[in-house]
């Protein structure tokens, strides 16, 4: 069902609550997520992005209930990936030939995803579409947010931000605003969302936010492509931003490791407890990565000031689950964060060297060696390892 926003502007996006992984099975959206598309008529008519392909049919068919689709003068493109581009193919199939305007990125992966020759109409940062007398889309390109093609759209008169996928947080909600969903739950997956997805690109974040900033325009709304609309105070999503982009980090270290007969998981208790014990203030969270989910884990990573990763050496190694958890967050190139590793082991006992190599290759920086232990510590290993965690905040 559409929802009118403005006089002018209409979401006619997708609310989609069954959605429990995104990018394939990569991102977990425990909250669901919605793609959220935009329909504006004035003199002209246009809309803006679609929504994700396994929905492109419903898409279509409801635009029509809104509109006779032979009246949308032009499309917008802000991002060519597909669950903002998923309905094109359907839509263009009845509407050939209306141009799509995106960036030049965007005009080759749209045709390097759809095969299609459609009518592009590629703009540059400052393009600037009139579709109206109050009203005019001016386009900002903001490339590797995420993609190289991503842009937003900025609808002077009515001073809306169409930011695509920033701002966004997988969250569906049926009431679209800010000021209508819990504000510990959006901020909840708008952190998790920039963790996942955003940090790789924090520098370019700040350098977008303050190009943008500096156009001093009005914002009364940022209209993002997942979740809510930000129109309750919509600039306190950019400010976060900025903090988040920072190499930001909270009083917070977090311990994560894998344990086959729980040597490892004593061993991250007592460091644990040594941590607290010097410093009451850190917050310390505990973390098996087993049983976890490794996106949830990773915002904790991203708020964190230091971590501790623990596995016990099993086949000349770690773990799997903290392979696949580094593997995973070396892509994201944390910054400004320390880090250590720990292990039982019975034997060879390797993990903790290679734990450390993989830590560096991370873009941690190692606080010390790590620290060992063999089979099951006793209470005087117990009592080293405190030791161990109180000597950790103290070289922080
Ligand atoms: Fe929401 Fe980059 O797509």
Redesign the pocket.
Known sequence: MSKKITDKVTWVGKVDWELQTFHGQELSTHRGSSYNAYLIRDKKTVLIDTVWQPYDKEFVARLKEEIDLKEIDYIVSN?A?I??SGALVELLREIPGTPVYCTDKGAQHLKAHYHEDWNFVTVKTGDTLEIGDDNQLIFIEAPML??PD?MFTYMTGESILFS??AF?QHYATESLYNDKALETEIYEEAIKYYANILTPFSPLVIRKIKEVLALNVPVNMIAT??GVIWRDKPTQIIEKYLEWADNYQENQITIIYDTMWNATRLMAEAIAEGIQKADKDVVVKLFNIGKEDKNDVTTEIFKSKAILFGSPTVNNGPLHSLSGLLGYIKGLKFKNKKAAAFGSYGWSGETVKQLNEELEKCGFTLVDAGIRSTWVPDEQERAKLVKYGEEFVAKL
């Open positions: 991002h990936e669950d903002h995420h993609w991503s695509n996928d966004g492509s997942h």
